[in-house]
């Protein structure tokens, strides 16, 4: 009705200044923890520059703890707001506190990852631990998870079963949860292993947040038949991404080519959760893992080396030609490239700068974003 339009505007405009001050509050929390990383000897080399391979250059680890930071308390102080506005405009108690469960169980799953990501910065965790953890880290998502167990079945599949007319989705209950628990997972790991250039990291989940509010805009601006429990999901996933792209913005300044720092395992599993926890409590997963495209990509590719078929060094990042200046793709044994769309690239379209690099496989992201926008358009018409 109207007092909830009037409620849901004021809420996406709380959420909007909200998100301007983490904004503002990363940019004054990443110098400071920059020079408290550097002073505890956690600086990474920047393994595609000119010298720095003999360690010349030392850039300070751990950025994302800024990122995790902010984003924690732009959560926390919008969940007093959200509740202020609530009462303001006279809405149900009720309406508040469920908007509190949801936004306390996205809070501990992002709060568990960051932390996660952090104990893996200063004690670099063994890769075991690190699929496993985001798994308990996405419990409290799913026990929370208020939304529909369905699919919707495609036209032709119905017609070629003979589903009755009325019938259009069927309830995979149980198996539901658990694609949404591997969906997590995925999300929560696959940035991390698409990395290693400067700007990537940041710059991917950068574009990846901003397709997920621009398909939240959309569906709440463009289907006024929309059930309000779906356009509660959408003004929810908002408040989730909106501080994100703001604190990955600031972040972005200081981590694009050439890094002042390095975003560190403390951001790249932060990202990953808060955009799978963004996409899940949405309700629009499915198109989450469209978006997540050349991530899908570059863990399959990966699938030999994660699981050791073909041997996986620390480091699967390109080599720097110190006489070009051009990056190059690595090996992993005497035989094999390293298997990753990083080294992919630069077998597909030749040689070419770290910033080049970087800027190719954006273009690439934001190709895919915008592909699933197209495909999501195509096959709603089938699936209806
Ligand atoms: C993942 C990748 C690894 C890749 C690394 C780079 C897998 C299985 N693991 O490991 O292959 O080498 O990320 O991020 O795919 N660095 C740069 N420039 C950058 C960013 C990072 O030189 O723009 C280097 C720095 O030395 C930095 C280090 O990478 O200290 C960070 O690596 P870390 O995040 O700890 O590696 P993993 O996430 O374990
Ligand atoms: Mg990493």
Same mark, same amino acid.
């Given at each position: ?12 405009? #709380?959420? !909007? +200044?909200?998100?301007?001050?983490? =904004? ?15 002073? @505890?000897?956690?600086? &990474? ?12 250059? @030392? ?9 995790? &930071? ?43 990852? #960051?932390?996660? &990501? ?15 953890? /985001? ?15 369905? !699919? ?14 009325? +019938? ?10 658990? =694609?949404?628990?591997?969906?997590? #997972? ?25 397709? +997920? ?14 059930? /309000? ?71 399959? =590719? ?7 078929? #073909?041997?996986? /060094?620390?480091?699967?990042? /390109? ?17 094999? =490239? ?47």
């Amino acid at each position: 009705g109207g007092a909830d339009n009037v409620g849901g505007a004021t809420s996406t405009l #709380v959420c !909007v +200044v909200i998100s301007i001050l983490a =904004y503002w509050m990363t940019m004054r929390l990443i110098p400071f923890v920059a020079a408290k990383t550097l002073s @505890r000897n956690m600086f &990474g080399k920047d393994l595609n520059k000119r010298g720095t391979r003999r360690g010349e250059t @030392r850039v300070p680890e751990s950025a994302g703890l800024a990122c995790g &930071g902010a984003y924690a308390m732009a959560l926390t102080m919008q969940q007093l707001c959200q509740r202020l506005v609530r009462v303001a405009f006279g809405q149900s108690a009720g309406s508040a506190e469920s908007w509190a469960v949801e936004s306390n169980s996205a809070l501990a799953c992002v709060g568990y990852m #960051v932390f996660l &990501g952090f104990v893996d910065d200063v004690l670099d965790l063994p890769w075991r631990a690190k699929i496993v953890s /985001p798994g308990f880290a996405a419990l409290p998502l799913l026990l929370s998870y208020g939304g529909a167990t369905t !699919v919707l079945v495609p036209s032709p599949v119905r017609a070629m079963f003979n589903f009755p007319a009325d +019938v259009r989705s069927i309830d995979i209950g149980a198996l539901y949860m658990v =694609y949404m628990w591997l969906l997590v #997972v995925f999300c929560s790991n696959s940035i991390n292993i698409h990395a290693g250039l400067n700007g990537l990291e940041a710059g991917q989940s950068l574009i990846i947040a901003g397709a +997920v509010l621009l398909l939240n805009v959309m569906a709440l601006t463009s289907d006024p038949s929309d059930e /309000p429990i779906t356009a509660g999901a959408h003004l929810f996933s908002i408040s989730l991404v909106l501080p994100f792209i703001a604190t990955t913005l600031a972040l972005l300044t200081h981590n694009w080519y050439p890094s002042k720092v390095f975003v560190g395992d403390t951001y790249t599993y932060f990202a990953g959760m808060t955009l799978g926890v963004a996409g899940t409590l949405g309700h629009f997963s499915e198109t989450l893992l469209l978006f997540f495209f050349p991530q899908v990509l570059n863990f399959l =590719y990966s699938t030999p080396q994660l699981f050791k078929f #073909v041997h996986c /060094p620390r480091h699967r990042l /390109p080599i720097f030609d110190p006489k070009t200046g051009l990056l190059h793709p690595s090996k992993a044994t005497e035989t094999r =490239y390293n298997m990753n769309l990083v080294n992919l690239f630069l077998r597909l379209f030749g040689p070419c700068t770290e910033r080049a690099l970087c800027v190719r496989l954006l273009v690439f992201q934001a190709s895919s974003c915008a592909a699933a926008f197209v495909a999501r358009h195509v096959l709603t018409g089938v699936w209806k």
